[in-house]
């Protein structure tokens, strides 16, 4: 299974980007597709996540300004982020929970695309 992410770049402050990500190989199904990021000198920490059954949750610094969406059908994710802060600038990788049978499933992760919200 591989997670490719894309739309990553620079913008400026109070500037907007979407980003997608598409899982694709052996996949079964998808439970949980989402979005982490990791700025320099800092702990990776979620951003995102959208969860089978219509239902999301956000990281307490994005509440409000960016909206996750998942299309099953194509598994893909994305993430639309309006409202851009410079505190925003890190790399975003996806991830999902996979399953690749009825049994087994497994977290993969994204290479990750940079974002960077300066003036």
């Known amino acids: 299974v591989q997670l490719q992410a894309s739309g990553g770049g620079s913008v400026q402050p109070g500037g907007a980007l979407r980003l997608s990500c598409v899982a694709s190989?052996?996949?079964?199904?998808?439970?949980?597709m989402g979005w982490y990021r990791q700025a320099p000198g800092l702990q990776r920490e979620l951003v995102a996540a959208a969860i089978v059954a219509n239902s999301t949750m956000y990281g307490e610094a994005v509440k409000g300004r960016f909206t996750i969406e998942r299309d099953i059908a194509k598994n893909t994710v994305y993430l639309q982020m309006n409202s851009l802060k410079p505190e925003d600038t890190a790399i975003y990788y996806c991830?999902?929970?996979?399953?690749?049978?009825?049994?087994?499933?497994?977290?993969?992760w994204g290479q990750g695309t940079l974002v960077t919200v300066s003036s």
């Open positions: 190989g052996n996949i079964y199904s998808i439970d949980v």
């Open positions: 991830n999902a929970d996979v399953k690749t049978s009825p049994y087994h499933h497994k977290w993969f």
